[in-house]
């Protein structure tokens, strides 16, 4: 499970981003200041952090620097009401991946998830006809062929995959095509 680290003094921020990054299966920390935040990023490793700017005591821009100066590379996302091109900057050249500005909704915090995390690797194994078996019992042939061919680029000797791309393209009505597929899956067994 992926641990994100949320800095914000606001509650009801805290509150949000927690129950939004833990539906999307995060494991999620909260600090309510920078000197808290800090504490945290030197003891524990994080997948993602979300930094308030403006904090009490140390400014999040601060804990930003102080933690790249440290070598901490964790991908960190700078949430703001108050966006300035000067702190826009100043967050980019410490490394900072995005911005997302108060006041934000579920649905945009999602967006932004998306955006900055890549989507999780297709199996190049056996397991990818399972990734696309459900895709394939809904008989949704499109979505299961670019699953498939996807997983095909990642292991070229995986007979399930051949097998599966068999099955979507006799789905589809193409014979000619599912019969090479299954030719070539027969070739691996």
């Not at 308030?52 to 005591?57: A, N, Q, R, T, V």
């Not at 490394?95 to 297709?122: C, G, H, M, N, W």
């Amino acid at each position: 499970m992926k641990k994100v680290l949320v800095v914000d003094d606001a509650k009801n921020i805290r509150m949000l981003l927690t129950k939004c990054l833990e539906l999307e299966g995060y494991q999620v920390k909260t600090a309510t200041n920078g000197k808290d935040a800090l504490a945290l990023f030197s003891s524990e490793r994080f997948d993602l952090a979300f930094l308030d700017i403006k904090l009490p005591e140390l400014s999040g821009t601060e804990v930003l620097r102080r933690i790249r100066a440290q070598g901490n590379d964790t991908p960190v996302i700078v949430i703001t009401a108050y966006p300035t091109v000067k702190n826009a900057v100043e967050c980019t050249k410490l490394q900072s991946i995005t911005y997302l500005q108060k006041p934000f909704t579920a649905d945009r915090l999602r967006a932004v998830l998306k955006e900055v995390t890549p989507p999780d690797p297709l199996p190049a194994s056996s397991d990818a006809y399972k990734c696309a078996a459900d895709l394939l019992d809904a008989e949704r042939w499109e979505e299961a062929i670019s699953r498939l061919k996807a997983a095909l680029a990642a292991d070229p000797t995986d007979p399930a995959v051949y097998f599966g791309l068999e099955r979507a393209y006799l789905g589809l009505g193409d014979r000619e095509t599912a019969e090479k597929f299954h030719n070539a899956g027969r070739s691996f067994t």
